[in-house]
């Protein structure tokens, strides 16, 4: 072989093993991106938690306001999602909370 021979081989070569070396980090890359994507998609398919037992307190925000003096109160626990409303004033208390934004 020539030295203009060997030279060409060798660039051939060095671009070749070049190119090895980026399709090797491109399939790494992927295959840790796609690792990643599963594991957050997987994190949405859990199912729902059971409700807790009976007498157990859970988290609420409702928000109450008495129709006589206007007074508001807010609850954040109950033990029921959507609790009898609290008294004042000797009345039962309106719920402002939209049942929605539960």
């Not at 398919?45 to 988290?59: Q, S, T």
């Not at 007074?71 to 029921?80: G, K």
């Amino acid at each position: 072989m020539t030295n203009s021979t060997t030279a060409l081989v060798g660039v051939v070569l060095a671009v070749s093993a070049s190119t090895v070396v980026r399709t090797l980090i491109a399939v790494a890359a992927s295959v840790i991106l796609l690792k990643i994507g599963m594991s957050v998609l997987g994190g949405f398919a859990r199912p729902v938690p059971a409700p807790p037992e009976a007498g157990e307190l859970r988290k609420v925000r409702l928000t109450y306001r008495c129709s006589i003096c206007s007074t508001e109160v807010r609850m954040t626990m109950a033990n029921d999602e959507v609790p009898e409303p609290p008294r004042h004033c000797m009345e039962d208390m309106d719920l402002v909370t939209s049942l929605d934004d539960i």
